[in-house]
């Protein structure tokens, strides 16, 4: 018989079974089924037993039972007996807690797994007993690929708690978006959902270890390979953690060099100049055709829409209208109409440009062009976070592929090519609300 529980009273939820109670909610749980209180803090878990009078009796036993839960591309597993604390060790799985058994880069087997060090089921017994909460993050994009089942990692996880004799628990992104490290998802969900704590004594009591750390070639004697990545070294600096690889961690080696990307988002000066030359005018009076030139997600139709449509434009997108043999007709048909238009495409090179500049020098007007500036760097960064903003529908996604096809034949724009006037579109961000902002300055990888 399941047990009723009785509706919701504070504004902290509970959740049964990872079904998360609202005020004034109310549920029913079973046999070996977990309530939670207080988000997640405290959770009790019934157990029915057969007396020998035929009759149930049943207990509610408190944080006794492990548990899995899932927050959208989310997983997040609770060792039984974890405990909130505002200092938080976190911990990288892969190349950090542990390594391979056949040395391969990936495991050839779900048990193909060992310790990485000797050193590290000590310290994270000592991390326990000085008040830390043992926090393990891990992206395993393979769950959404389907090539890792999460029955699989689930069990791995699992088998970790066992052998490393440890207490923790464990977030998984399993997928693209604002879960997946270095994007603070995970720690925000922790902080919010989760944990609840306050605030750290000193920087040292929140800190993260991992080997995605950005380190180059031959970083240490014997340590030929560089790091695959410095996604977490990029997520301890989007949240402000103390960061150390597993050798200065669990090793005690000296701080190894290390190479951040060259983009940096937090720099990013949304008050910068917006084009050159600035003597420049961005929309004439008499009749036009405007070329852009950029990198997808390089900020060409955010730009159009603000600065050149509101003065009477007319906005020509291959996207909308599917082919360049429509864009160049719905040209011709704006210049025949007197008005003047943008043509909003990549147009790499000199040949998909040609194409606009006949169209106006057979109306007899002037072409120009928009040279937007941004970096292969900016735009996939650009890319990434409008994947992540759900308000964002007016983008397609957008994949590597177009971006590396529009590098290989890019040619910059000359004014031999017929252009009156060539100008350079800057990239400056502008954010609709402080929380679009916060996601936007964020390091992104990937
Ligand atoms: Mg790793």
Redesign the pocket.
Known sequence: NPMSISPQLGPNPSSLDGEKLGRGQSGKLSHGGTLYLVNQSHPFTLNYSLSSNGITSSTAQRGLKSSWQQFGSLMVYTAAGVKGSDKIAGF?????IITTKSGKVFPTAPDDWKILYPEIQPKLASLLKKGYKVVFFTNQLGIAKGKLRPEVFKSKVEDILVISLSVFQVFVATGPGIYRKPVMGMWNHLCEKVNLHKHAHTACDLHLC???AGRPENWALGKKKKDFSCS?RLFALNIGLQFYTPEEYFLGWKRAPYNLPELNPTKLDSAARLYDPPSASLTSGDTEVIVAVGFPASGKSTFFHTHVIPKGYVYVNRDTLGSWQNCVSACERALKEGRSVTVDNTNPDPESRKRYVDVAKAAGVPCRCFHFSATLEQAKHNNRFREMAPSDSKHAKVNDMVFHSYKKHFQAPALSEGFSEILQIHFVPSFKDKQSETLFRQFSEG
Not at 92 to 96: L, N
Request: proline share 0%.
């Open positions: 990288d799985i892969d190349g950090c991992s080997d995605a977490d």
